[in-house]
């Protein structure tokens, strides 16, 4: 049998502890994960799996994605995930994780791919945040206050105490279920120690004139190609950090603002302790692309509090 997990039923069995443990292990086995860009000469059959994130425009306002597979070490399954993109929409994101077992591909979980990439984007957003801000960072910058934003402000709140909330939104009502609204993003900024910024925006909303020493920045908008919300100036200023080099110089930040792969510390380095999570007092950067393992480390820790639940929906594909 199937399990059919809707948002409702993803948050309802939703463990932060348990997720962001998974993250954490998840990004320090970056060495046993498959690449997204592998560059070994192994006949194919004998090369690792290789993690794909494809992605097209469709015809119309939006965007299809599909992230495969998602491979965690010491997790017997894996994951599929199709994604649509449509920002005018509510919600932005419509989709499906496939959970499949790794002995013979049984579908176990059909899992609501909105839930699943918002709370595996914050959970691993506020892991960075956690890592790279200071310890005595506390005061907190929201600048686009949807629903990812919200996401990534609660599982914080988790890891480290938070003060007074600051947040911009072009709705001032959305703004306002957040924090104190600020009038702009720049001011939001200026009164914060730590900035979390996620939005649509297709042309930089900070440059480099807002940094200054200690200030932490995480940035959910360089997802795609196109999308932006940093300049390039504003990075190349900073200590930049990313989920996976590789990819980001493809089609994440590195490619967005043109910048040299040299210039980004994977995350996985700083968790492992094989790079210092500040070796200067220069503004830190934290730039995720989203990688496919991040599902499964959500989606098998869900299924698995689901399936002792006897209310949860089940279907017989076969």
Same mark, same amino acid.
């Given at each position: 049998m199937?399990l059919?997990?809707s948002r409702a039923?993803?948050?309802?069995?939703?463990?932060? *502890?348990?997720?962001?443990?998974?993250?954490?292990?998840?990004?320090r086995?970056?060495?046993?994960?498959?690449?997204? =860009?592998?560059?070994?000469? !192994?006949?194919?059959?004998?090369?690792?799996?290789t993690?794909r994130?494809?992605?097209?425009?469709?015809?119309?306002?939006?965007?299809a994605?599909?992230?495969?597979?998602?491979l965690?070490?010491? #997790? *017997?399954?894996?994951?599929? %995930?199709?994604?649509? %993109?449509?920002?005018a929409?509510?919600?932005?994101?419509?989709?499906?994780?496939?959970? =499949?077992?790794?002995?013979?591909?049984?579908?176990l979980?059909?899992?609501?791919?909105?839930?699943v990439?918002?709370?595996?984007?914050?959970?691993a957003?506020?892991?960075a945040? =956690?890592?790279l801000?200071?310890?005595?960072?506390t005061? #907190?910058?929201?600048?686009g206050a949807g629903a990812?934003n919200?996401?990534v402000?609660r599982?914080?709140?988790?890891?480290?105490?938070?003060g007074?909330?600051?947040?911009y939104?072009?709705?001032?009502?959305?703004a306002a279920a957040?924090?104190?609204?600020?009038?702009?993003?720049r001011?939001?900024?200026?009164?914060a120690?730590?900035?979390?910024?996620?939005?649509?925006s297709?042309?930089?909303?900070?440059?480099?004139?807002?940094? !200054?020493?200690?200030l932490?920045?995480?940035?959910?908008?360089?997802?795609?190609?196109?999308k932006?919300?940093?300049s390039?100036?504003l990075l190349?200023?900073?200590?930049?950090v990313?989920?996976? *080099?590789?990819?980001?110089?493809?089609?994440? #930040?590195?490619?967005?603002?043109?910048?040299?792969?040299?210039?980004a510390?994977?995350l996985?380095d700083?968790l492992?302790?094989?790079?210092? /999570?500040?070796?200067?007092? !220069?503004?830190t950067?934290?730039?995720?692309?989203?990688?496919?393992w991040?599902?499964?480390?959500l /989606?098998?820790p869900?299924?698995?509090?689901?399936?002792?639940?006897?209310?949860?929906?089940?279907?017989?594909f =076969?």
């Amino acid at each position: 049998m199937t399990l059919l997990l809707s948002r409702a039923d993803v948050e309802a069995a939703l463990d932060i *502890p348990a997720v962001l443990a998974a993250l954490d292990t998840g990004f320090r086995a970056a060495g046993r994960l498959p690449a997204d =860009h592998p560059s070994d000469d !192994r006949p194919p059959d004998d090369r690792p799996p290789t993690a794909r994130r494809v992605g097209t425009r469709l015809p119309g306002p939006g965007t299809a994605m599909c992230l495969l597979p998602g491979l965690l070490p010491d #997790v *017997p399954a894996y994951t599929v %995930k199709v994604n649509a %993109k449509f920002p005018a929409a509510t919600p932005a994101l419509r989709g499906i994780v496939c959970l =499949h077992a790794l002995a013979d591909g049984e579908l176990l979980a059909l899992l609501d791919s909105a839930s699943v990439t918002a709370w595996r984007t914050g959970l691993a957003a506020a892991l960075a945040t =956690h890592a790279l801000a200071p310890e005595h960072a506390t005061t #907190v910058a929201v600048i686009g206050a949807g629903a990812q934003n919200r996401t990534v402000l609660r599982a914080l709140r988790t890891l480290r105490p938070i003060g007074e909330v600051y947040a911009y939104d072009l709705d001032p009502e959305r703004a306002a279920a957040v924090g104190r609204v600020a009038p702009t993003a720049r001011a939001a900024v200026e009164a914060a120690d730590i900035v979390l910024i996620a939005t649509w925006s297709r042309e930089p909303l900070l440059d480099a004139d807002v940094l !200054r020493p200690g200030l932490h920045l995480t940035s959910l908008g360089f997802d795609e190609p196109g999308k932006t919300e940093l300049s390039p100036a504003l990075l190349r200023a900073s200590r930049l950090v990313v989920d996976d *080099p590789a990819l980001a110089a493809a089609s994440g #930040v590195l490619h967005s603002a043109a910048l040299e792969p040299a210039l980004a510390t994977p995350l996985g380095d700083i968790l492992r302790g094989t790079a210092p /999570a500040r070796p200067d007092d !220069r503004p830190t950067v934290f730039a995720p692309i989203g990688l496919p393992w991040q599902d499964l480390a959500l /989606a098998w820790p869900v299924y698995l509090a689901a399936r002792s639940d006897a209310a949860t929906t089940s279907f017989a594909f =076969h």
